[in-house]
Nanobody, 123 residues
């Protein structure tokens, strides 16, 4: 089992920045691929960033490309999502997820999920 706990969400004005963190409970964290997803009310869960166990990134979707950056610190069992130039359409609950396979953009293949952290971007 892997427990994931997100933090860092909040209210920010458009154009601002936030850094989300996701701390994992398991010592084998370094062998897991990690993803960040978001879900706005009435919408499907959307992939925003992913990183392999070795640190390679999955391609960012156009909606966040150039603004969001995923990184991981295996020594701290933590994955980060740096979000810059935030827009009101980035408002959503953000989730981190882990899987023991390769990094994927599909939420269906991830085995473990955090509880989510709310991000609200005001215009």
């Amino acid at each position: 089992q892997v427990q994931l706990v997100e933090s860092g969400g909040g209210l920010v004005q458009a154009g601002g920045s936030l850094r989300l963190s996701c701390a994992a409970s398991r010592r084998t964290f370094s062998s897991y691929a990690l993803g960040w997803f978001r879900q706005a009310p009435g919408k499907e869960r959307e992939f925003v960033a992913g990183i392999s166990w070795s640190g390679g990134n999955a391609p960012y979707p156009d909606s966040v490309k150039g603004r969001f950056t995923i990184s991981r610190d295996n020594a701290k069992n933590t994955v980060y999502l740096q979000m810059n130039s935030l827009k009101p359409e980035d408002t959503a609950v953000y989730y981190c997820a882990a899987r023991s396979g390769v990094v994927s953009t599909s939420p269906w293949v991830y085995d473990y999920w955090g509880q989510g952290t709310q991000v609200h971007v005001s215009s």
